[in-house]
């Protein structure tokens, strides 16, 4: 069976701070994402990996991929409170769909 | 443009009723998908429909059922809802390719009373 497993499941963090959630699958699929979900919206793309050593940046939110460890990275440099959300990484897509994570709930404070 | 659509974007109604969510996409993609993210937020995969294929989660019970009239376009149509199909259902389209990725729509929020 498919898994995806993320941690932390909750983090509390104050601005300007960095911080990694990790996200690590067990599945023969490489192809690793990364959604954003606001309280009460849909799921926001960010990245999608699709090889061992992918790095993708975008402002202030860096992912990785490391499949020989079935292991994604996602960086937060220099948090601000806009970077609040729940972060879910997700593994497989094609006609099997998405295994999603649990998600990561992360606050920042001021 | 709105890219996938759902309506309705709420849904509130009894036990033992049949009900319908209706999706549809302009981006030219060929897959498309239901997902049901519940109170807890975990997400998870119901349905895809490719070209015609429908692959079902073997979890998904039968009282739902997804029909699609076109490419464009992945209904959900739902028998005898039950309290615990109260969900926030999401549909997604992607293309069929490398990278697969896939984009969703607002979601429909169905209470169950």
């Known amino acids: 069976e498919l898994k995806v497993e993320q941690n932390p499941l909750f983090l509390s963090m104050q601005e300007g701070k960095n911080y990694t959630i990790y996200c690590n699958y067990s599945?023969?699929?490489?192809?690793l994402y990364w959604y954003r979900q606001d309280p009460g919206k849909s799921l926001e793309s960010l990245f999608v990996?699709?090889?061992?050593?992918a790095v993708k940046q975008e402002g202030r939110l860096m992912a990785s991929l490391d499949t020989k460890a079935r292991l994604s990275t996602l960086h937060i440099t220099a948090a601000v409170h806009d970077l609040s959300a729940t972060y879910f990484c997700?593994?497989?897509?094609?006609?099997?769909?998405?295994?999603f994570g649990k998600g990561t709930h992360l606050i920042i404070q001021p | 443009d709105t890219a996938v659509s759902q309506t309705p974007k709420y849904l509130v109604t009894q036990m033992g009723n049949d009900k319908s969510i209706k999706c549809e996409q302009n981006?030219?993609?060929?897959?498309m998908y239901w997902y049901k993210q519940d109170s807890k937020k975990f997400l998870k995969i119901m349905f895809s429909?490719?070209?015609?294929?429908?692959?079902i989660n073997e979890t998904v019970p039968n009282r739902f059922s997804p029909k699609s009239p076109d490419k464009a376009h992945l209904n959900l149509h739902i028998n005898s809802l039950e309290l615990g199909d109260s969900a926030v259902y999401f549909c997604?389209?992607?293309?069929?390719?490398?990278?697969?990725?896939?984009?969703f729509g607002p979601g429909t929020r169905l209470t169950v009373t």
């Open positions: 997700a593994s497989g897509g094609g006609a099997d769909g998405l295994t």
């Open positions: 990996l699709l090889s061992n050593g």
């Open positions: 599945t023969t699929s490489d192809r």
């Open positions: 429909y490719n070209n015609k294929e429908l692959i």
């Open positions: 981006l030219g993609h060929d897959t």
């Open positions: 997604a389209s992607s293309y069929k390719g490398r990278s697969y990725e896939q984009y």
